[in-house]
């Protein structure tokens, strides 16, 4: 789930949400699609995200489609040896097929990423962070590689681009201003010529 976060900039809710039924595996889009929503007494909801925008596909990294595929073969075996144990299903027998959820097939609650990566940071003696800042990381990634905002802006499921230009303008001018210093090289080393010249 931490490399998810990392590679497509999804929310929390969205990695809970995702059956795997959203991945298409020849194209290595996820389709973002549906919002699962835990009620007072404990029932699953599923159903659509109240945005078009939230609505979106996510292209993902080959290699972590294919640890993907490893991921999903060790589930299939889980899934196996519980057999009517299995409890993937709600109150009116639908089936659910998460991909990150209990071994038993039923859901995470909404606080159990945090919980985990939490726990997970302090045991590695990392700098603290919120998991919901993998999401941050992931854009700030992309700009410092360059990507167009527009894309960051389809990719993270904002409104507009300008909600992602107010959250990560920063960055952005950041990126922009390591960009104009990459022709230091052209015209340092034409004044270096000019300076030769002068001298020789």
Do not use: C
Request: glycine share 6%.
């Amino acid at each position: 789930m931490v490399t998810w976060a990392l590679t497509t900039g999804m929310r929390r809710g969205e990695l809970l949400d995702l059956e795997w039924k959203h991945i298409d595996w020849k194209t290595d889009v996820i389709d973002v699609s549906q919002t699962l929503v835990q009620a007072l007494k404990g029932e699953i909801i599923v159903k659509e995200p109240k945005t078009k925008n939230t609505q979106r596909k996510v292209s993902i990294p080959g290699s972590v489609l294919e640890e993907l595929r490893e991921y999903y073969a060790s589930r299939v075996k889980e899934r196996d040896k519980l057999k009517d144990a299995w409890n993937g299903k709600d109150r009116e027998g639908r089936e659910w097929n998460f991909i990150f959820s209990h071994v038993d097939g039923t859901p995470f609650h909404h606080k159990r990423p945090y919980l985990w990566f939490r726990q997970f940071i302090k045991k590695n003696g990392m700098r603290y962070i919120r998991f919901h800042d993998l999401r941050h990381t992931s854009a700030t990634l992309l700009i410092n590689q360059g990507v167009h905002a527009k894309i960051i802006s389809e990719r993270l499921g904002h409104g507009n681009i300008t909600t992602t230009m107010n959250i990560y303008g920063h960055s952005l001018r950041s990126a922009d201003q390591a960009a104009a210093e990459k022709f230091d090289f052209l015209f340092s080393s034409r004044k270096e010529k000019q300076e030769k010249k002068t001298l020789g």
